[in-house]
Nanobody, 113 residues
Framework: QVQLVESGGGLVQPGGSLRLSCAAS????????MTWYRQAPGNEREYVAF???????NYADSVKGRFIISRDNVRNMVYLQMNSLKPEDTAVYYC???????WGQGTLVTVSS
């Protein structure tokens, strides 16, 4: 059974940084791409960043140059380093494994002064 547990969210001032983590289990982690999504209040869930099984990455234009996605295939973890945060980055952040329908509970990021 696929399980995804996100953590690391919180309240941060504009310009600050946060590092999100996602612990994955229930599948062969090293064989699957992983993706971060986010959902702001009143908005649909949107794509943030992708990391392939061999480490290739892709980013939404809105976060390119500010966010860095990475993975640890030994610990079955995926990370999202978020820098230069803006109020519009406020959202619940979710990780997802490509090829499965399961979602975690998400972790809330609030960017506000």
């Amino acid at each position: 059974q696929v399980q995804l547990v996100e953590s690391g969210g919180g309240l941060v001032q504009p310009g600050g940084s946060l590092r999100l983590s996602c612990a994955a289990s229930g599948f062969t982690f090293s064989s699957h791409a992983m993706t971060w999504y986010r959902q702001a209040p009143g908005n649909e869930r949107e794509y943030v960043a992708f990391v392939g099984s061999t480490g290739g990455t892709n980013y939404a234009d809105s976060v390119k140059g500010r966010f860095i996605i990475s993975r640890d295939n030994v610990r079955n973890m995926v990370y999202l380093q978020m820098n230069s945060l803006k109020p519009e980055d406020t959202a619940v952040y979710y990780c997802k494994v490509n090829g499965f329908s399961a979602w975690g509970q998400g972790t809330l990021v609030t960017v506000s002064s």
